[in-house]
């Protein structure tokens, strides 16, 4: 079972900045990727960034330029740092992470956390 539990979010001013941290905990041989997503009221799921083991990213459009993705593999953490935050990046925002749980035979898996609300304020 793998688990994954966010921090950093809360509420900011428009332009302002917050850290989001993610770590996963559990029985597991590596996680390949981790990610975070966000979910607006009234709205779908949508990604906002990846960062794979070997730290490769990719992010959305709407966030290029403000937010970044990191990752400490010794923790297994990921982190969203996100800077001149806009009142359209209100939601709650999930981790995520691809666990390889077994090798022989070989099993992964994808596991959420819970979420953490940010609110931007204009």
């Known amino acids: 079972q793998v688990q994954l539990v966010e921090s950093g979010g809360g509420l900011v001013q428009a332009g302002g900045s917050l850290r989001l941290s993610c770590a996963a905990s559990?029985?597991?041989?590596?996680?390949?990727?981790m990610g975070w997503y966000r979910q607006a009221p009234g709205k779908q799921r949508e990604l906002v960034a990846t960062?794979?083991?070997?730290?490769?990213?990719s992010y959305a459009d709407s966030v290029k330029g403000r937010f970044t993705i990191s990752r400490d593999n010794a923790k297994n953490t990921v982190y969203l740092q996100m800077n001149s935050l806009k009142p359209e990046d209100t939601a709650v925002y999930y981790c995520?992470?691809?666990?390889?749980?077994?090798?022989?035979?070989?099993?992964?898996?994808?596991?959420w956390g819970q979420g953490t609300q940010v609110t931007v304020s204009s």
């Open positions: 559990g029985r597991f041989f590596s996680i390949i990727a």
């Open positions: 995520n992470a691809v666990v390889v749980v077994a090798i022989t035979p070989y099993k992964s898996f994808v596991s």
């Open positions: 960062i794979t083991s070997g730290g490769t990213t």
